[in-house]
Nanobody
Framework: QVQLVESGGGLVQPGGSLRLSCAAS????????WGWDRQAPGKQRELVAR???????NYADSVKGRFTISRDNAKNTVYLQMNSLKPEDTAVYYC????????WGQGTQVTVSS
């Protein structure tokens, strides 16, 4: 089992920034990709960004150039730096990791509004 705990969400004005953190614990050996999904009200959950153990990153087209995913292996923590936030980025953001199984955190709310 893997436990993921997100933090860093909140309310921010358009154009602002937030950094989400995801602390992992448990049986993380064998996890080969880490990422962030999000789900806005009335919409399907979608991939935002992911990073492999080799450091290869992928981003949704809607966040390219604005969001950056990174990982601190020593702290077993994954980050999502979000800049130039837009109202359409409003969603619950879920940390995710994938090995033999997939695991998600409980989610953290990000609201972009003036």
């Amino acid at each position: 089992q893997v436990q993921l705990v997100e933090s860093g969400g909140g309310l921010v004005q358009p154009g602002g920034s937030l950094r989400l953190s995801c602390a992992a614990s448990g049986s993380i050996f064998g996890i080969y990709v880490w990422g962030w999904d999000r789900q806005a009200p009335g919409k399907q959950r979608e991939l935002v960004a992911r990073i492999s153990n080799s450091g290869i990153t992928n981003y949704a087209d809607s966040v390219k150039g604005r969001f950056t995913i990174s990982r601190d292996n020593a702290k077993n923590t994954v980050y999502l730096q979000m800049n130039s936030l837009k109202p359409e980025d409003t969603a619950v953001y879920y940390c995710k990791c994938v090995g033999l199984n997939a695991y998600w955190g409980q989610g953290t709310q990000v609201t972009v509004s003036s």
